[in-house]
């Protein structure tokens, strides 16, 4: 396929023939049928068919990157008519390039654009998600760290705050550190909260602001009080997440 072709079709499908709606970006199925070489809407409409089937068959719902809708359209002399159109995602584009002709330059190159295209989107989401948990996680430390301040200073006891830590992770996750390591497959020397989904990790920071802060108001001033504290809170936030199917 020549250069200028490609560089034609780039432009094509991301300056004319992609919108956005609400931050979502899509692509309308009559736009793109003409960007894929489809002189008949009847045909390509065959092709978006397949595309929703295909959508299905691979676990998507398919009312979330296919949505049907209508639009206006002039016909001469000032008048108009309503034609059918759906909205396509990013991945429906995908797919529907999967599913068509493939003898076209269009189609060929539309499979390969979607392909990368929807690739690139899953990584940026990836290291979004990736940040937020890293972001959790460093939260926790800091949350912990605090934590542990607030127990040496109203306890005088260094050792108390993994005592305290420990009893409320066993709270939280109902086994021992042990057993949830062997779980998830972390070393014994490796940290179980390097490892944890972000939701544990801002579980496990939720329940300890709550410790800081009963803890600094009611001014416990013993390991087992802390830690009735401590363990109270786990267990609350256990029940949150196991109630709302976590």
């Known amino acids: 396929m020549k250069k200028e072709l490609i560089t034609t079709l780039t432009d094509n499908f991301e300056l004319h023939a992609q919108q956005t709606e609400s931050g979502v970006e899509y692509w309308l199925a009559r736009d793109l049928q003409h960007l894929l070489g489809y002189d008949q809407w009847r045909n390509f409409a065959l092709v978006v068919s397949k595309a929703r089937v295909a959508s299905e068959v691979s676990g998507h719902e398919v009312s979330d990157h296919f949505a049907d809708v209508s639009k206006m359209v002039d016909i001469g002399s000032g008048s108009q008519r309503e034609i059918d159109d ?29 392909a990368i295209q929807t690739r690139r989107t899953e990584l940026i989401e990836r290291r979004i998600l990736e940040q937020e948990r890293l972001s959790a996680r460093k939260k926790l430390t800091q949350t912990e760290k605090e934590l542990s301040e607030i127990i040496f200073e109203q306890t005088g006891q260094d050792r108390n705050f993994g005592i305290i830590r420990s009893k409320g992770d066993q709270a939280l996750f109902g086994k021992s550190m042990l057993q949830m390591k062997a779980q998830w497959k972390v070393a014994n020397n490796r940290p179980l909260a390097d490892f944890a989904p972000t939701i544990i990790l801002k579980a496990k920071d939720f329940a300890a602001e709550i410790t800081i802060h009963n803890a600094r108001e009611n001014k416990m001033s013993i390991e087992s009080q802390i830690s009735s504290e401590h363990i109270t809170n786990n267990q609350a936030v256990r029940k949150t997440l ?5």
Not at 108 to 114: C, I, V, W
Not at 242 to 246: A, P
């Open 242 to 246: 196991i109630e709302r199917g976590i």
């Open 86 to 114: 759906v909205m396509l995602t990013r991945y429906a584009c995908y797919l529907v390039a999967q599913n068509g002709d493939p003898r076209k330059e269009q189609i060929a190159f539309a499979q390969t654009y979607f």
